[in-house]
Structure formats: structure tokens, C-alpha cells
């Protein structure tokens, strides 16, 4: 969701390595590159085993980045937008031509949900999914799949995943998606995305023409 549908200036990134340091994780921005769009579980999951750290830190870590997130996202000084003011009219187009639009996300459940409320996703998208909801988040398939099973769609071919980052990418190659597209108003650029397998890149996601 975040830098595909929500303009949110890379906060998660920020708040999860924030989340870790906080725990002298000693996280890098350049460490982070990788784990753009993954399950934050495994991130934080990730990088206490690689510092050798007693593993009970984990559920700690998780509960202070959700605390800080859901600050940034939600506080007072909170500064999240739809990442194109015609998004949600975009949305309707789709699904007034028969396509369903549905949501994954390496989010927690809890901040996913309050995301949809905030900015009024829930009347424009048929269905969402958090990692939380299956056993492995991005890049393994899962959640590709339990949306298809949400909204009924039995043909991986006929899926189009759309994201921002190379996680996103590999997690529609790994699903056999039949279009796998990147979009450039997010984490990881369009020369990554490429690179990662996508069939093409775009500005952002509302520059998706139905043909």
C-alpha cells in the first residue's frame, strides 16, 4: 500500500529502523533497501538474528514500531494522502469494467485497517490482505493468492500485481501473475523494478490504462 496507493514520504521504512535502533539494532538506511515491502515481522525477525540478539526482543520491537507508526500516520502531525487525488475515481473505473482491485500489504493488520478507514479506501476496493493473514509476507506468493481466493478469481494469468518496490515485484513473478507492474511513487526505482522481472514500469499506478 504504502508508496503504490499511500503517499506516506517513506514513514514505515523510517518508523521500523526506528522501532530497531531503539533496541541498539545499529539498522542502516542502506541495510533497509532490501526489505522494502517485506512482512515488518521478518524484518525485525532479520536483523536480530544477524546482530546475535536474544530473540524475545522481537514482539517488543514490533509493538514500538507499531506505537510510532501508527503516530506518524495517525497523530496530530500526520501527513498521508492518496498517492493520486484521482485514485479512489480510478478504482471505480476498474471495477466498473469488471476488474477487481484488492489490496496485500507487509503492514501490520492493525495499521492496515486503520489506513483503509482514513482515507475512505474501503467503498473503492473489493478486498485486502496483511501478511499477517498468511504464513509467509513478500516475496512468496501467499498473499496473491489469498486475494484471489477473496474475490473469486481462479486464474493466476488473469492478476495483474502492481507495486513499488522489488519485493512487490518478485512476489507477482513468484505467484505467476500474468502482468507484473512496477510503479515509480515509491521505494525502489524503475531500473530496480525492471531488473527485479517487471513487465513494465509507470509513473504511478493511476497511469494503468484499461485496454
Avoid at 7 to 33: F, H, P, T
Avoid at 64 to 69: G, L, M, N, R, Y
Wanted: some cysteine; overall charge negative.
Amino acid at each position: 500500500m504504502a508508496g503504490t496507493t499511500v503517499d506516506e514520504g517513506g514513514i514505515v521504512y523510517e518508523s521500523l529502523r526506528q522501532a530497531m535502533n531503539a533496541y541498539d539494532l545499529k539498522v542502516s538506511e542502506e541495510e533497509m533497501g532490501p526489505w522494502h515491502g517485506a512482512q515488518k515481522i521478518e524484518v525485525i525477525s532479520h536483523f536480530v538474528q544477524s546482530r546475535r540478539v536474544n530473540s524475545a526482543i522481537i514482539p517488543l520491537i514490533d509493538k514500538e514500531f507499531q506505537q510510532i507508526a501508527s503516530n506518524a500516520y495517525f497523530g496530530e502531525a500526520k501527513n498521508i494522502s492518496l498517492i493520486h487525488p484521482n485514485l479512489l475515481k480510478y478504482f471505480d473505473e476498474l471495477r466498473r469494467n469488471g476488474i477487481k482491485v484488492g489490496f496485500n500489504t507487509g503492514y501490520p493488520r492493525y495499521i492496515q485497517e486503520r489506513l483503509l478507514d482514513s482515507l475512505n479506501f474501503r467503498p473503492h476496493i473489493d478486498a485486502y490482505v496483511s501478511s499477517q493473514d498468511v504464513v509467509m509476507g513478500r516475496p512468496s506468493p501467499y498473499m496473491v493468492f489469498h486475494l484471489m481466493e477473496k474475490t473469486l478469481v481462479q486464474d493466476v494469468k488473469r492478476v495483474a500485481k502492481v507495486g513499488d518496490t522489488v519485493n512487490d515485484i518478485k512476489e507477482g513473478i513468484n505467484a505467476g501473475c500474468g502482468l507484473v507492474i512496477g510503479v515509480e511513487s515509491g521505494a525502489d526505482t524503475a531500473e530496480e523494478l525492471m531488473k527485479a522481472g517487471a513487465h513494465y514500469v509507470v509513473k504511478n499506478v493511476t497511469d494503468i490504462k484499461l485496454e
